[in-house]
């Protein structure tokens, strides 16, 4: 390949990348071009459910991130029936 060829894993300049989820929730059309641009076969009748699913996780995710962690030891610390 030489350098003038892009990537294969380079997407096309004929599909606009999509912009990064943001805090706002993810809508079904805009799960089933992310699923796509993973290469993911989203059928059209599970888009909600996945926009549901991820707007879930995030939710989650921004719950954890505002949790202080400060004096816990990593997990690796940890000796099961050890206390």
């Given at each position: 390949m030489s350098s003038a060829e892009p990537s294969p894993a380079a997407p096309s300049s004929a599909e606009p990348s999509p912009a990064a989820p943001s805090s706002a929730e993810l809508t079904p059309p805009e799960a089933a071009?992310?699923?796509?641009?993973?290469?993911?076969?989203?059928?059209d009748d599970r888009h909600a459910a996945v926009a549901?699913?991820?707007?879930?996780?995030?939710?989650?995710?921004?719950?954890?991130?505002?949790?202080?962690?400060g004096d816990t030891p990593p997990a690796a610390a940890y000796r099961a029936g050890k206390e």
């Open positions: 071009r992310w699923a796509a641009r993973a290469g993911l076969p989203l059928p549901a699913t991820a707007d879930h996780i995030h939710a989650v995710v921004a719950v954890l991130r505002e949790l202080d962690f």
